[in-house]
């Protein structure tokens, strides 16, 4: 049950941010899971970080605090992923 619910989690947060962050992103459906899945594990871990001060891979839950954070792991997400792949001109 749990898979079915980062799915879930991963595309509502990630449909967000994508409409949040400024710019254009390209991607497809699963794209934008998997960017919502990956910002679940970095704002999950973020949040971890802050509370408790230690650094642990966790996940947000999907209810209304744990989709705000995966939001904004999932925003943070975008930015990394521009920043490596910008093309710079020669």
Request: proline share 3%; net charge positive; aromatic share 6%.
């Amino acid at each position: 049950m749990n898979i079915i619910a980062w799915i879930i989690l991963g595309l509502l947060a990630g449909a967000l941010a994508k409409l949040i962050y400024p710019g254009r992103q390209g991607g497809g459906i699963l794209t934008t899971m998997l960017l919502g899945i990956i910002g679940a594990f970095i704002g999950g871990s973020l949040l971890t970080l802050l509370e408790t001060g230690t650094l642990q891979l966790t996940a947000a839950s999907l209810s209304i605090p744990g989709i705000l954070v995966a939001i904004i792991g999932a925003m943070i997400a975008i930015f990394i992923w521009e920043s490596l792949t910008r093309r710079r001109p020669l």
